[in-house]
């Protein structure tokens, strides 16, 4: 048995749920094993005692180089799971992944129903043969006219026991389903982040700190991308600024609507959200995948806009008899991207 079991099998695991939660971000979806991974994560995901031991051991046991490599694995792994459910946290609680198996709890509930059907059927039969050959011995009736239904009855017999078999595999079928869609769960990607915030607590106490890198790895570090150019976000600011949001600089402005870490939080003024997603939408059609994706789940997650209320809404504005409000801001953003 590896003696640092716990370890060298987390770090692989982590780096799975990882690519879950950016592929989830980015518009890829989800698969039913990718969910059944975050399910096995989440429930047998060590403590932070655990881990700890493991961390002392290898330690003492490993050489520096090597346990280095495996603590800064986990290290950026732990980072990347919880920054992106920070990031993405309404995106992410808002899906009901349990819809996977929607498909397959209506195909077993049509099996159970036609099974179902086929043993009453059966059991009709059967009743009908129990009773007549329970009464052979007052009818009447010779010796191979007995036979031939007492042959019927067993054989219906054999055959109802058989189709029970069948029913009790197809309510297992439906349990199972059931059993799986319950225990994922409405907060799976919270409890996640949750104990990778734990374990990180834990492992960041051994990751070694080199300030002199530190200062180097930020100096290396790109600027932060830009979606759109300060042009175009002070003619949208000049247009929403005090009307669909609250008012703010122009530059401060510029840096939340392209997600820039330094931002100051801007808010959506009452009963403008609507509206809001009508720009979102604008903004997001001059991009390309993936950053139009990228950028699109970010701003939601900032604004605090659920991703269904914003597929159902941002057309509004210009959907059949929009109102005057609507009208004359879908004007003003036709102005200004020339659409």
């Not at 989830?24 to 975050?38: H, M, P, Q, T």
């Not at 198996?101 to 077993?108: A, L, N, S």
């Not at 051994?206 to 003619?235: G, H, R, T």
Request: aromatic letters at 8%; glycine letters at 4%.
């Amino acid at each position: 048995m590896n003696e640092f079991e716990t370890l060298t099998h987390i770090i692989p695991k982590i780096g799975s749920v990882s690519r879950i939660f950016s592929n989830i971000v980015a518009g890829r979806g989800i698969s039913k094993e990718d969910v059944n991974i975050l399910v096995e994560f989440r429930d047998i995901i060590p403590n932070g005692t655990t881990i700890e031991h493991e961390i002392i051991s290898a330690i003492l046991n490993l050489p520096h180089e090597k346990f280095s490599l495996m603590l800064n694995s986990l290290s950026f792994g732990l980072k990347n799971v919880i920054g992106t459910y920070k990031t993405y946290h309404i995106l992410l609680d808002d899906m009901r992944i349990s819809q996977l198996w929607d498909y397959d709890i209506q195909c077993v509930a049509c099996k159970l129903e036609e099974q179902l059907h086929k043993l009453r059927e059966i059991d009709k039969e059967l009743i009908e043969a129990s009773n007549s050959y329970e009464m052979t011995p007052f009818n009447g009736m010779s010796p191979s006219e007995i036979s031939v239904l007492e042959r019927r009855y067993y054989r219906l017999k054999a055959e109802y026991d058989k189709e029970k078999v069948r029913l009790d595999a197809i309510n297992e079928e439906r349990k199972t389903i059931i059993n799986m869609m319950s225990n994922i769960g409405n907060d799976i990607f919270e409890r996640i982040s949750l104990k990778c915030n734990q374990l990180l607590a834990v492992v960041e106490n051994y990751v070694e700190s080199d300030s002199q890198k530190e200062q180097d790895a930020k100096k290396e570090e790109p600027e932060a991308i830009s979606y759109f150019p300060l042009s175009l976000i002070a003619n949208i600011h000049e247009v929403c600024n005090g009307e669909q949001f609250a008012e703010t600089d122009s530059i401060d402005f510029f840096h939340a609507i392209n997600l820039h870490s330094n931002l100051h939080p801007i808010q959506i003024n009452n009963g403008e959200k609507v509206r809001v997603c009508y720009l979102i939408s604008c903004l997001a059609d001059t991009l390309e995948p993936p950053e139009r994706e990228m950028w699109l789940n970010g701003i939601l997650a900032n604004l605090g806009i659920k991703m269904s209320f914003y597929r159902s809404k941002y057309r509004q504005p210009i959907g059949d008899m929009p109102s005057e409000s609507n009208k004359a801001f879908a004007d003003a953003l036709r102005e200004i991207f020339g659409k």
